[in-house]
């Protein structure tokens, strides 16, 4: 009896904390889609092929290999719905960095975008089958790229 007495007394609170937010303008629908008010790239996640999910963020195709790109993830995945990856930039100016899977049916998976930050970024993906996981910077106004084969053992997306 006395925990759900707590449990609704927590709830209570906490939906009261909310509604004075709200009421006080503190929070509101145009801060909590702040996705949408920055200009989300939806053309380049909805893209079907690598070089217009790139053309769409970056407004540029045709990255260059470059060595001072590390793309850490396992060798073997044995679940694709959650493969590790981490991607860093040593290429001075980076201000953005994607993640990009060309055999999955929308590639472009991620993108980060840095303001004097460290180029670095580290999540979690969904890889469909056996590919490259292809981490992309754009630093001084090219693109630079370096790629790591996943071998996924169980799809997780794609079908």
Not at 16 to 31: F, H, N
Not at 74 to 97: H, K, Q, R, W
Not at 116 to 135: E, L, W
Request: glycine share 12%.
């Amino acid at each position: 009896m006395q925990a759900n007495r707590r449990v609704f007394l927590k709830g209570s609170l906490a939906a009261s904390a909310v509604g004075l937010a709200v009421g006080a303008g503190l929070l509101s629908p145009r801060a909590v889609l702040a996705a949408d008010a920055a200009g989300w790239p939806a053309a380049a996640y909805d893209a079907k092929d690598f070089d217009t999910a790139l053309k769409a963020v970056f407004g540029a195709t045709g990255p260059a290999e470059s060595k001072d790109i590390t793309v850490k993830a396992p060798d073997i995945a044995e679940n694709g719905a959650v493969v590790p990856v981490t991607i860093e930039s040593a290429i001075a100016g980076t201000d953005n960095i994607a993640i990009a899977v060309k055999g999955n049916p929308n590639p472009l998976v991620a993108n980060f975008k840095f303001d004097g930050a460290q180029p670095f970024a580290s999540t979690r993906i969904r890889m469909g089958k056996t590919d490259n996981v292809i981490g992309i910077a754009h630093a001084g106004g090219k693109l630079y790229m370096a790629e790591k084969q996943v071998k996924v053992t169980i799809g997780g997306c794609g079908g």
